[in-house]
Structures are given as structure tokens and as C-alpha cells.
């Protein structure tokens, strides 16, 4: 039984000429023509309406005959780095401090222009950008550690001190001798089959997954740095491995259970709602009204349901278990053709 496009023919057909990332994961364009099958932002020609058919999910164009497109790899993840560029992530998070110029890209095989337009599609930021990062977040913590603001700043790589004071506020908002009373909050974009996301991770734990098209995502993030008085950086943490990790497994039906740890910031009444939402079981859904009843709450509803739309880490608390009384799909964040595909995935694996 195939699964219903979340948008109309004309519309999929749009997104692929305009190659609109925010449909990826929404549906794969397959030709009539050539028999091959892409996502919706390949580069390779567009064809014309006529001969191009949709389909919700790869696996329902490979059952029809087509075969995946070598340009586009539909088949595989896209966060999944390149051997070459996985190898300069290394290079980075073993030595913050060091500068690989175009020059020695080069020496190591590789075309600067294509390393920049990778990080660029990854990380929002060209390699050269990213490096600066990398060496800015390496001063943090030392200045975290307790060095002086000179001894950061050469020990970074650094060689100007105006010039480091300069690019540390413009980054972090405050000058380098008031950073002690901050914190970071590293970010990265990954891939997932039901389109792109950004996650966020503290030392604590991962404190923000959400879909790129979410609404009021920027909003989330204002509020997220303010209350842990950070700055978000793009940049690795430790969290990200495991996030990538399991989440691939869940996609894959061999996941039921997370235990990526999480830190997320709220009322003590939030806390409770979403510790509640990771009793769900995998596979099961409740009512807003039955949620309010398990906390011991049965009048409070309405609150519930408030405190379920300001969960940020999607997935992981799984808001998407949450129903109407009527067995109706309701709001959730990223998207009711998306909380559809979860519970359905959920219920698959669970037989």
C-alpha cells in the first residue's frame, strides 16, 4: 500500500525545478524517461511534468522499477560526510588551533572550491569560516579554563589581539574578559529520511532537535540561548556521534529506545509533560486528555498540550505519540504529513 504524497503533483513538481530543500524527505521525483529517480534538490536536468511521477518514499519508486540517481544519491543519508571531508573534521576537532589553507588542501587532493561548498551546504559557513570557528571555540574553553585573554588568543592561532577581541564579540556577544559567565551551544544540520535538522548539544546533552522548516525554529533558538545564557555556534560536540547514530537506527525500525543524553531547559511542570512523553510506549499513542491524566493532572489539558508544542528535542520525546480524543492527527511542529510517517514507521516496527 503506497503512502499518500504530502503535496500535490504540481506542487512536488515546483519544489524540484526550484530545488527546495525544505521537500527533502517529503517525496523522490522519478523519470519516466530514464527510469531513475532523485531527490528534490538533484542538479542534474530537469524533466518535463509530463514525464516525471512522484513518490512519498524511495523505497515505493525502487518497487516500481526505477533505480536511484548517481547524482543525487537519494538512497543514501546526505549528512553522511565524504571520507576526505570526515578526515578534515578530525583534522579540526585533534587540532582547533591549526589553518589549512587552500594551498594544502590541494596537497591533500582536494578542490577548495568544492571543500567550501560542502561546508557551506553542511554547516552554513565556507571551511575557512568554519576554521575560525573552530579556533574561537578552542579560546573559549580556555578561557573557561582560566588562562588570560592574551594567552588564549596566541594559543588559538591567533595573531592579533584586536583582531581576536574583534571576531570573539562578534561572534559571542560579549568581550573575551566576560565570557567566563557564558556557555556554548554547539549546532549541526543532519540529514533524517523525513527531511533536514538541527540539533543542539551543551556538555549536558543534546537540547534541541528540530526539522529546518519547523516554524518559529529561530524563535526557539533565541529563547534557548537565553536561558542558558550561550551562544549557538555551529561546531562538533560529543552528543552528535550518538544523535546520528541512533537516529539512524530508529529510521531503520532497529531502534525503539533512546539514550542520548538530553538537556532541556523549562518550568518544572514542562519537565514533567515531557518525562511523561518518553513513557509512551514505541509503536502506541495517547490523548492529550489521557496525558494530562497520567501526570495527575486531569483538568489540565489545555496545558498539556502547550507544554507538548514547546518540546524542542522532536523524536527523542516523542510528542509526535500524542493524539486528539477523536483519534484525529493534531498540530505538531514539524508538519502532520511527518508525525503521520513517525507513528506509521513506529507501528511497522512494532509488529
Given at each position: 500500500m503506497s503512502t499518500p504524497l504530502p503535496a500535490s503533483a504540481h506542487e512536488c513538481y515546483r519544489a524540484l525545478v526550484a530545488k527546495d530543500a525544505t521537500y527533502e524527505g517529503r517525496f523522490v521525483a522519478a523519470v519516466k524517461t530514464t527510469g531513475i529517480f532523485c531527490r528534490?534538490?538533484?542538479?542534474?536536468?530537469?524533466?518535463?511534468?509530463?514525464?516525471?511521477?512522484?513518490?512519498?518514499?524511495?523505497?515505493?519508486?525502487?518497487?516500481?522499477?526505477?533505480?536511484?540517481?548517481?547524482?543525487?544519491?537519494?538512497?543514501t543519508p546526505q549528512d553522511e560526510a565524504p571520507a576526505a571531508m570526515q578526515a578534515l573534521l578530525?583534522?579540526?576537532?585533534?587540532?582547533?588551533?591549526?589553518?589549512?589553507?587552500d594551498e594544502a588542501l590541494r596537497q591533500q587532493g582536494l578542490e577548495p572550491a568544492t571543500v567550501r561548498r560542502w561546508f557551506r551546504r553542511q554547516h552554513g559557513l565556507t571551511f575557512q569560516g568554519y576554521q575560525r570557528l573552530a579556533r574561537l571555540n578552542h579560546a573559549f574553553k580556555r578561557l573557561q579554563g582560566g588562562d588570560t585573554v592574551t594567552a588564549a588568543a596566541y594559543d588559538s592561532g591567533f595573531e592579533s589581539l584586536s583582531g581576536f577581541q574583534d571576531s570573539f564579540k562578534a561572534v559571542f556577544g560579549a568581550a573575551p574578559t566576560h565570557s567566563r559567565q557564558q556557555q556554548l551551544i554547539h549546532l549541526t544540520r543532519l540529514d533524517t529520511p523525513l527531511g533536514t535538522m538541527l540539533a543542539c548539544a551543551t556538555e549536558q546533552g543534546i537540547c534541541l532537535l528540530e526539522f529546518t522548516d519547523r516554524r518559529m525554529l529561530e524563535t526557539e533558538l533565541r529563547d534557548l540561548a537565553s536561558r542558558l545564557r550561550a551562544t549557538i555556534v555551529p561546531g562538533a560536540n560529543p552528543h552528535f556521534e550518538l544523535l546520528r547514530t541512533q537516529l539512524a537506527e530508529y529510521f531503520a525500525g532497529q531502534r525503539r529506545e533512546f539514550s542520548v543524553p538530553l538537556h532541556t531547559p523549562g518550568t518544572e511542570f514542562q519537565q514533567a509533560v515531557w518525562q511523561e512523553l518518553r513513557q509512551i510506549p514505541f509503536g502506541a499513542v495517547r490523548s492529550y486528555g489521557q496525558q494530562a491524566l497520567a501526570l495527575g493532572r486531569p483538568t489540565a489539558v489545555r496545558a498539556v498540550a502547550a507544554a507538548n508544542g514547546l518540546n524542542r528535542v522532536a523524536i527523542l520525546i516523542p510528542c509526535h505519540r500524542v493524539i486528539g480524543a477523536d483519534g484525529q492527527l493534531t498540530g505538531y511542529g514539524g508538519g502532520l504529513w511527518r508525525k503521520q510517517r513517525l507513528l506509521e514507521l513506529e507501528q511497522q516496527s512494532d509488529r
Open positions: 528534490p534538490t538533484c542538479t542534474a536536468r530537469k524533466p518535463r511534468p509530463e514525464n516525471v511521477e512522484f513518490f512519498a518514499t524511495p523505497k515505493e519508486a525502487l518497487l516500481r522499477g526505477y533505480r536511484a540517481c548517481k547524482v543525487c544519491t537519494p538512497l578530525e583534522q579540526l576537532a585533534e587540532q582547533p588551533t591549526v589553518r589549512i589553507t
